[in-house]
């Protein structure tokens, strides 16, 4: 299986570059997994897909401020840091550039004194580990000196910190946001929940890894970095209970996707656990859990664009990805969404 079969060719004016004034506005096209057939409305009404008896499932990761701008003690060369994972206490894994700049022993100065580090390792593919020193308490730091890691392709400045966060965000840890779950307002939750459709919370904290392009030939070279989930009691029965009772599971976004399934057993029976999982699904791998997904359109030859094609088939996905161009659909973290739909329900 080659990357290149994941390719299509998307216009540079419809990656999104703002959101929506109104989460719930943009556009969603619902295509049929079984048949490839699709249709197109508005994310608002996607209530109109669901049934009483299924269960929905949300990532509540919360994105932190990571990226933050310093200079190196002693030169005063600018440098930028990402804060990709905490390993222990105040020792992050962290992209630093410029690379060459952050040499082991390297201290490091960010608001003037108020955040300071020390790289003390370089590790896979470059990264640097980093103890930080201050004075208080490190999230009112952060969230004071950092900046929302907007991925590369958003060259707009983001003015409102919240509108890359889900309205049900609980707790801290990304590095990006499950995008998928953008398009939720409070009002559309509860409209949701009062027609009989359950709501599962689970966490998996998104690295960049998730995101990183795949630069292999063969998507079976391709690793994937793993991220941090875990599952509740409440959540686990809340899916389990729904797949007895033949309803359907939909995931909002790939990495709820990849948290159930990376927790089920071979019968798709899921247990409240936390660890790390560097699941990869890429088509011919057969889900355990997921019956359908609400997703983002997602960039060329990514691990994201292989993952609903494991869901739907590559030619039905590249074939509403082509449709979604030629209608001018908004894409990647911005845009609008997908719902790959089984209309299938399960025996009871």
Not at 287 to 315: C, Q, W, Y
Request: aromatic share 10%; hydrophobic share 35%; glycine share 8%.
């Amino acid at each position: 299986m080659k990357t290149s079969d994941f390719y299509f060719d998307l216009p540079q004016e419809q990656i999104a570059q703002d959101p929506l004034e109104d989460r719930s506005a943009s556009r969603l096209l619902v295509l049929d997994k079984e048949t490839g057939e699709f249709e197109h409305t508005t994310f608002k009404k996607i209530t109109e897909y669901l049934h009483p008896g299924d269960c929905l499932v949300l990532n509540n990761t919360k994105v932190i401020p990571a990226r933050l701008y310093g200079v190196k003690e002693g030169t005063g060369a600018r440098i930028e840091i990402l804060l990709l994972k905490r390993r222990e206490n105040d020792i992050w894994e962290t992209l630093v550039k410029p690379g060459k700049k952050a040499k082991p022993g390297t201290r490091l100065v960010f608001g003037d004194g108020l955040l300071t580090g020390q790289v003390i390792d370089v590790v896979e593919e470059g990264n640097r580990l980093i103890q930080f020193y201050y004075e208080g308490i490190f999230e009112e730091i952060l969230d004071q000196l950092g900046q929302m890691p907007l991925p590369p392709y958003i060259t707009h400045e983001l003015k409102d910190k919240n509108r890359y966060q889900t309205v049900y965000a609980k707790y801290d840890g990304s590095a990006a946001a499950p995008t998928a779950g953008l398009h939720f307002t409070p009002e559309l939750l509860r409209q949701v929940q009062d027609m009989g459709v359950a709501i599962a919370e689970v966490t998996l904290h998104v690295g960049l890894g998730t995101f990183r392009p795949v630069k292999t030939d063969d998507v079976l070279d391709h690793h994937m970095h793993s991220e941090f989930y875990q599952i509740t009691e409440e959540a686990a029965e809340l899916i389990n209970r729904t797949k007895e009772n033949g309803g359907r599971v939909i995931c909002v976004g790939t990495t709820s996707c990849r948290t159930i399934e990376s927790a089920a057993d071979d019968s798709g029976f899921i247990c409240a656990r936390s660890g790390w999982t560097d699941i990869f699904i890429y088509p011919g791998y057969q889900f355990k859990v997921l019956d359908g997904l609400i997703t983002n359109f997602h960039l060329p030859e990514s691990t994201l664009l292989m993952l609903v094609s494991a869901l739907a088939g590559r030619e039905h996905v590249l074939a509403a990805y082509e449709e979604a161009v030629r209608e001018g659909y908004r894409f990647f973290s911005f845009g609008d969404a997908m719902f790959i739909n089984s209309t299938k329900k399960h025996d009871l």
